[in-house]
């Protein structure tokens, strides 16, 4: 399950559909896609693709999307600091950037043209589709790995325009993960 973190409000959401319902008012799309466990996340990128492929179906005709690719990075990607570099300001693509988390943990901060920013820490089985337009960066957690399908209207149009607003610089890739959470019993001990 994602994180959802507004910090200007002080408010942490960690409930699917709470996340959802908030995200959606800010023009970002948020699912689960439960078949997950149904193949390994080190699975071959094509079984992955397979796996999922009634899924990325149903996307592509949603929203006119024609590939699906894995992308696959981690700690010993050659190049890793240079490509997470350019993702890691603020910028927007021409494009919608569509991501199906199969491992690792990232964040991605939306910048809404009103409202505050929102940090959305995203795991295994995180649908996320930030339109293209929307103003945007990307951190990878501690571990510095994510394996994710990507969809693509084209994949000329996915490249970073940068705002260069300065906000990213306000903002810490915070990820807190699962264990984040006090257990309910706690919570409802408040
Ligand atoms: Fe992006």
Same mark, same amino acid.
């Given at each position: 399950?994602? #994180?959802?973190t507004i910090t200007d409000?002080?408010?942490?959401?960690?409930?699917?559909?709470? #996340?959802?319902?908030?995200l959606?008012?800010i023009g970002i799309?948020?699912?689960?896609?439960?078949?997950?466990?149904? =193949?390994?996340?080190?699975?071959?990128?094509?079984?992955?693709?397979?796996?999922?492929?009634?899924?990325?179906?149903?996307?592509?005709?949603?929203?006119?999307?024609?590939?699906?690719?894995?992308?696959?990075?981690?700690?010993?990607?050659?190049?890793?600091?240079?490509?997470?570099?350019?993702f890691n300001r603020e910028h927007w693509h021409?494009?919608?950037e569509?991501?199906? #988390?199969?491992?690792? !943990?990232?964040v991605f901060h939306i910048h809404p043209q009103q409202g505050p920013v929102v940090a959305i820490?995203?795991?295994?089985?995180?649908?996320? !589709?930030v339109p293209?337009g929307t103003w945007h960066w990307f951190?990878?957690?501690?571990?510095?790995? =994510?394996?994710?399908? !990507?969809?693509?209207?084209?994949?000329?149009?996915?490249?970073p325009n940068y705002t260069e607003s300065g906000v990213d610089a306000g903002f810490?890739p915070?990820?807190?993960?699962?264990?984040?959470?006090?257990?309910?019993?706690? #919570?409802?001990? !408040?």
């Open positions: 399950m994602a #994180i959802v409000e002080n408010r942490t959401l960690n409930d699917q559909e709470a #996340i959802a319902d908030y959606a008012k799309d948020y699912n689960r896609w439960d078949s997950l466990q149904q =193949i390994a996340s080190n699975a071959p990128a094509e079984e992955i693709l397979a796996a999922y492929s009634s899924e990325i179906e149903a996307l592509k005709a949603q929203g006119g999307y024609v590939t699906a690719d894995v992308i696959d990075v981690n700690s010993q990607t050659p190049g890793l600091d240079v490509m997470l570099a350019k021409d494009e919608d569509v991501r199906f #988390i199969i491992h690792g !943990r990232g820490e995203v795991e295994a089985g995180d649908l996320i !589709r293209r951190n990878l957690c501690e571990t510095r790995e =994510i394996r994710a399908i !990507r969809l693509f209207q084209d994949p000329a149009g996915w490249a810490q915070m990820c807190f993960g699962a264990s984040y959470f006090p257990s309910q019993s706690a #919570i409802n001990q !408040r």
